[in-house]
Each structure stands twice: as structure tokens, then as C-alpha cells.
């Protein structure tokens, strides 16, 4: 739907996450949805001078075809040459209808304007990227009411407050009073990720072993596994045979493939407000696995018989055993082999999903809603994030990544303490600590205060990047990175750090008791007994007082079997550089340990 008191503009967009065409208008009228608006695999947009939305805006997303939702409040639209592009019959030059000139987008009370999962889509491998789902909405001034709901199932919801759409935030300083984003209570951007049931059985492959498979095993290219068809667990897999093929013929639904959190970003040249009672969920998803048979193939070398998962390159295996695998009763038929497998019942469990991001860029902000950035953490999933793997890569065995929030600010923020001016950013440290965030990110050109008590959870990351850091309040990350960087910003070249008395930074492992007595079901903790690090990097002053402490103390593990494991202690960084070159002072007077 499109208003337009005379000349309107359709262009092509180059944009992954716009399935359609682009319509800008000349001079704006009033464009209000009561109705229900649907575009399977499609694009919903409202487009004018005055977007109301108050009914039901909708798309759908496939595995290959994406679905958005776009409410534009902006018109003042001309032309422009698209540098570079030119049509390739007639080689004339490609114009781009753009609008500057931007309105009011009013998201009313009780409305859904949401991109849900397919569900009529076939499932999909991983070679095919999975398309993103996405919500846009852009304004001089955008009002979300109380019950409304946003929501786009592990995507993207995007709304910029802007006077002009060449501004970006910080560009104009003071802005105008009007640019705001209002969130009202009971509102909510949804795009926590899906949930889905598979059965066990899928993760196991045939894989043939030939030459290509056999590559990083010399001894037995020519020995007598090759040719042979083995099964492997693709969660285990198997340290001389690569099975990377064979796995990539897994297919994923759409529920799956949607099961982590996305991301929710506002943006404002001007202030946004978020007020309590509003919610904002980026929490991951989970696949629950259903419990079955699963059977891998097993290898003999000098009369020792290994699982593949266990078949390591430097031994020479003579044989595929070959064994009576099992006989049971299940959906009401006996079930018997004789092939190179073992079997094993495998019970049902769960597997959470990464969580997302939420993105706060804004001159001004209040945010006092509830942030939801937790995920489900199954039984396997006792190891740390690492390796790079994320989303649906992640191995099986991985804690999944909760949540992030990151915040880029023209203004002071404040970690637990009243604001002192009336644009200064106040976060609340429980509700951080609820939220079960994984990552804290906050960069400002002014003044960043730990002033409270924050904890995030284990093996998370809190990053502070400013032109004053204060830091006098506990910071606990246990196995994590705790970074506080200064450096001149804005214009101003004054740039300090400091750690008060109060401070106790904590990045100090854990004790991990694996002993049957006291887990008979089977441990479940996170393996987190290495410490991590602190890294105070300052261009300017950087002092730490008496009283303060740093803390990056390895911990240990009493394995199942009795074995304690020692941790290692993590890292210290401390930094201090004058101003284009000038002369700088570094007090260190904290405690140490790890």
C-alpha cells in the first residue's frame, strides 16, 4: 500500500533482505492497514507520509525464498544515477528513485505485523543459505503501542528514527526533539528462535571409505577398510575418515533452520525510550532430539576393536567388525541385523540454539523493558563456545551462545546509578543479569560508570569502550573477557580510566565435580575451568587504587572416573598511552591473583 498525492517511483532493490520491488513517492499522503495483509514468501509494505499500522501485516518464509515487512513513513522522492550500473541492452545509465524527507510510523495497540517460518516448506541442506526473515521500519518518529507485536521467528526487525535518511546518528548534535522511537508497555519484538523435533537416527551417515575420504589417513588407503561403507555419528565423527560429505546431505526444516535468535536493532538520531513492561526477545530456540537406536561402525587392529568415532590415523585397523547388532521390539516389529554396526539406545534430549543481538545506537536513550537473551542449555552442551562455530554449526557438545547487547552512544551510560544528565543512559544490572546475556558491549563518546554490581554469565564477555571509564562495582565474569578501552572521542581529548577501591574485576574459572555420588543421572555443569582475561587499555591516564582487585584464577575438575584435571589461569593486560604522544600516568595499586 502506497500514498501518493502525485508521482510515485518503482525501482529494483539490490537487497537480500527485499524480495519485490522498491516504491518511493513524490509527496506523501496517509496510509492506515485495519485490515489483514498477507504475502506468502513476499513483501508487505506501507509506504507514505503517515503509516498507520493497526491491523495485521504478514509474511512467510521458505528455506529459499525470504518474506519482509515494511512500514516507510518518507517521501520527497527524485532520482539519481546508480554509480556504476548500466542497462546491458541499451547500456543506459540505471537510475534509483531515493526519498529524504521522512514522517510518522503509529504501530497501534493489539496489531501483529510479523515474517513466520513457512511450514508448508521442504527441508533444505546446509549448502543452501537460509534466507532472513525481516521487519523495517523507518520514521522521523516511530510510536510502537502497548500489545503490539513485532515478530520474525531468528530475523531481523529494524527501525531507524531519522529526520533525514542520509542522517545517521551523531551527525547532528543536538538533533531535533521530534526524532524518537517510543516503546509502550506490553509492546513486543519477538524473534527468539523456533523450536523443532528430529529423531536421532539422522545424524548417522554411510560414508564410503575411498580415496578422497581416506586422504588424511595414509596407512589405510590400501589396507582393507578401503571401499568398505562404514557408519559414523556425524555429532562424534571420526578422526581418520572424512565424512564432510556424507554429513552435508543432512536436510534441516524450516523450524530448524530458524531455531536461533536474530537480531533487533533501533537506531534513533534523536532519543529512543523503551518503557517498562515492553519486551524485547532475542533467546535461542532448541531442537529436541527423540531417543532411537543409533549404530556406528566398529574397526579392529590387532585384536583391539575401536568405535569409528575412536579410529585414530596412526594405527593400521585389518577389518570391519562384523557383529549381530540387535534384536528389539519397536512400533510392533523386530528388528535384526548383521552388518558392520554397534548399537546402542540413544534417550531423548535437548539441544539449544544461539541466542541473538539487540543494538541500541542512539543521542539519547531510556530503556527500562525486560530483555529476554537467554538460551536452553541441554545435557551435552557442557563445553565453551570456540572454534568459531556458530548458529546450526555448532557441535552438539557446545554450550550455545545467549545473547548480546550492544550499545553505541552520543551520551554517558551509567552500569546501576541514577543518571546525571537528562540524555544519560542508565542500565539496570539485574535486569542484565536476568536477561542471561552472554556479551555486554557498550561504546560511547562520553563517560562509562560501573557504579553497581554486574555479573555475566560464565564464559560471556563485557567490553566498555569510551573516552572516561570509571569502573568502582564488582564486575563477575567467571572464564570470560572483562576489556574497559579509552581513547579521545567526539572531538574532546581528554581520556582516562580508573578502577575505584570498590572494584573487584572477576574473571576467575570454576570447580567442576563430576563425581557420580553427586551427579547419578550424569554431570550436567559447564566445563569452565580455565580463568580468563582483564585488559585495561588506556590512551591517557589509567590508575587503580588500593582495595581493587583483578582475579583470573584457573579452577579444576574431579572427572567421573576420580581423575582431577587443574585449570589454567588466564591473562592481565594493562595498558596506558599519552595523547599524540604526550606524556601519561599509570598507578597500578590492585591486588592480583591467577
Known sequence: LAASKDRAYVTVENNDLLRGLVVEVETGGDVTNIGSILAERGNVTLLGAAVNQNGIARATTSVSLNGSVRLIAKDDATTRPVPGRVDPISGEQINEAIARRTGSVNIGSGSLTAVDPDLESAPAVDSQPQPLSNIEVVANDILVESDALLRAASGRIDLTATPDTLVVPGEVIPPPDDTQIVVEEGAVFDVSGSTDTVAVERYVVEVEARGNELRDAP?????????????????????FLDFSGSAASIE???????????????????????????????????????????????????CVVYYISEA?????????????????????????????????????????????????????????????????TGAFQRQLPSGGATGLSRPFDQRPQAGTLAIRYFNDVYLGRAAQGANDLVLDPA????????????????????????????????????????????????????????????????????????????????????????????????????????????????????????????????????????????????????????????????????
Request: glycine share 12%; hydrophobic share 35%; charged share 20%.
Open 431 to 594: 535486569n542484565i543479569r536476568d536477561s542471561g546475556l552472554d556479551r555486554l558491549q557498550i561504546t560511547t563518546t562520553g563517560l562509562a560508570k560501573v557504579a553497581s554490581a554486574i555479573e555475566v554469565r560464565p564464559g560471556g564477555e563485557l567490553i566498555i569502550s569510551s573516552r572516561v571509564a570509571e569502573v568502582d562495582a564488582p564486575i563477575t565474569v567467571p572464564g570470560g573477557r572483562i576489556a574497559v578501552t579509552t581513547e579521545p572521542r567526539g572531538g574532546v581529548s581528554d581520556s582516562r580510566l580508573s578502577v575505584g577501591s570498590n572494584a573487584r574485576l572477576d574473571a576467575s574459572a570454576r570447580w567442576v565435580n563430576d563425581s557420580p555420588l553427586l551427579n547419578p543421572a550424569g554431570a550436567t555443569d559447564l566445563l569452565l575451568i580455565d580463568g580468563g582475561s582483564i585488559e585495561l587499555d588506556a590512551t591517557g591516564d589509567l590508575t587503580t587504587v588500593a582495595g581493587s582487585s583483578f582475579d583470573v584464577s584457573g579452577g579444576a575438575r574431579l572427572a567421573a572416573d576420580g581423575e582431577v584435571v587443574a585449570g589454567r589461569g588466564g591473562s592481565i593486560s594493562i595498558t596506558s598511552l599519552g595523547v599524540d604522544g604526550a606524556p601519561t600516568r599509570l598507578d597500578f595499586d590492585s591486588d592480583v591473583q591467577g
Open 219 to 239: 596407512l589405510q588407503k590400501d589396507g582393507p577398510i578401503r571401499n568398505e561403507t562404514l557408519l559414523v555419528d556425524t555429532r562424534r565423527g571420526t578422526p
Open 312 to 376: 585414530s590415523t596412526d594405527r593400521i585397523f585389518n577389518r570391519v567388525v562384523k557383529v549381530f547388532v540387535f534384536e528389539t521390539e519397536r512400533y510392533g516389529q523386530i528388528d535384526s541385523s548383521d552388518n558392520p554396526v554397534l548399537g546402542g539406545f540413544q534417550p531423548d534430549y535437548v539441544e539449544g540454539k544461539d541466542a541473538g543481538q539487540f543494538s541500541i545506537n542512539s543521542y539519547a536513550a531510556k530503556f527500562s523493558g525486560d530483555l529476554r537473551a537467554d538460551v536452553i
Open 252 to 302: 534441516r526444516s524450516i523450524l530448524e533452520r530458524t531455531s536461533t535468535g536474530g537480531d533487533v536493532l533501533v537506531s534513533s538520531v534523536g532519543s529512543v525510550d523503551v518503557a517498562s513492561g515492553a519486551t524485547v526477545d532475542i533467546s535461542g530456540g532448541q531442537l529436541n532430539v527423540t531417543g532411537g537406536v543409533v549404530r556406528t561402525s566398529m574397526v579392529e587392529s590387532i
